[in-house]
C-alpha cells in the first residue's frame, strides 16, 4: 500500500522551531515532488512549500518564506519541513502530498494538483 506518513507536530510557544518529516511507505520518494500543505479550522488547505525530486528545486508560499526550509534526504525516503520563528497564525493541521508523474513539477502550489496526501499531523504554536 503506497502511504506518506507525516510527523513531527506539536504543541510550541511563539518564536520555537519544530521540524516536520514526510516518509514513505510502499514506494520510493526519490522520483517525485513532495509538498507540503496546512489546514487550520475553517480555512481553505493551503500550499506551504514543495522540492523537486532532486531537491534542487524548491517553491514556498509567501506567509512562509524566510522562515520554513524545505529539505529532503532521499537514502531515507524522507521530506523535511524545517519551520522556524514559529506564529500563532501557523497553527493548522500538516500535510504531505506528492503526485504520481516523474519530473514533474507545479507552477504553483495548488493542492487540486496533488493527488496522494498524508493524514496530516497538528501543529499549535501558543504561548
Known amino acids: 500500500q503506497l502511504q506518506l506518513v507525516e510527523s513531527g507536530g506539536g504543541l510550541v510557544q511563539p518564536g520555537g522551531s519544530l521540524r516536520l518529516s514526510c516518509a514513505a511507505s510502499?514506494?520510493?520518494?526519490?522520483?517525485?515532488?513532495i509538498g507540503w500543505f496546512r489546514q487550520a479550522p475553517g480555512k481553505e488547505r493551503e500550499g506551504v512549500s514543495c522540492i523537486s525530486s532532486s531537491g534542487a528545486t524548491t517553491n514556498y508560499g509567501d506567509s512562509v518564506k524566510g522562515r520554513f526550509t524545505i529539505s529532503r534526504d532521499n537514502a531515507k525516503n524522507t521530506v523535511y519541513l524545517q519551520m522556524n520563528s514559529l506564529k500563532p497564525e501557523d497553527t493548522a493541521v500538516y500535510y504531505c502530498a506528492t503526485f504520481f508523474r516523474k519530473r514533474w513539477f507545479p507552477a504553483s502550489l495548488t493542492p487540486a494538483d496533488f493527488d496522494s496526501w498524508g493524514q496530516g499531523t497538528q501543529v499549535t504554536v501558543s504561548s
Open positions: 510502499g514506494f520510493s520518494l526519490n522520483d517525485y515532488t
